[in-house]
């Protein structure tokens, strides 16, 4: 099995008729290379949550980076331009400067070793889809499965790290779904109504 099993263009019946002709060596390699895949876009959504996070939060400030003078559509581009720009562990480290507890600030930082793990250690293993056997794929799987749990329960739980730093109010819906309200809006507020005194 090489590196580009499936031509771009290939369709649903080839595709079945290709796995269909696999092995049961084969089929379990080709079972990690998804989870591999799942864990990388598992990745992605839990980073791009966390940018996503930061940047609607007023009280989350880069005052470092982008200083006071600009206007607020000015302001909010560049501080999205900056969180995209930054690393998993300068993320964390901006929100350590702010309101969030240690023990939240520890399981992001657990949650950025597991992340960490599948981006930059995987392999030290010599865990290489072509060098499995059945058995060492199907461990291999149930780990990268385990890192997409955590990595979704993290994305999960961005925004009630955020409530308990005061930096959105949640409002729970009966769907399961929330409804977050930029706490930074009362601080504009009642700076406007300062300035109005």
Sequence with gaps: ?????????????????????????????????????????????????????????DRVKLQKALGVDKDNWQNSLEKRAVLEGSTLGSLIKILERHDVTPADISYLKWIKDKRDYFVHR???DHAWPGDLDEEACNIMRRRLLAIQLLLQRGERNIWSIFERARFVELDRLSDGSILAMNMGVYDLSQEDVARLS
């Design 122 to 124: 995987l392999f030290h």
């Design 1 to 57: 099995m090489g590196i580009s099993m499936f031509k771009a263009s290939i369709s649903r019946e080839q595709l079945q008729t290709l796995i269909g002709g696999m092995s049961e060596l084969d089929l379990a390699r080709f079972f990690y290379c998804q989870e591999m895949a799942g864990t990388y876009i598992a990745v992605g959504m839990f980073e791009s949550m966390l940018i996503s996070a930061m940047h609607m939060c």
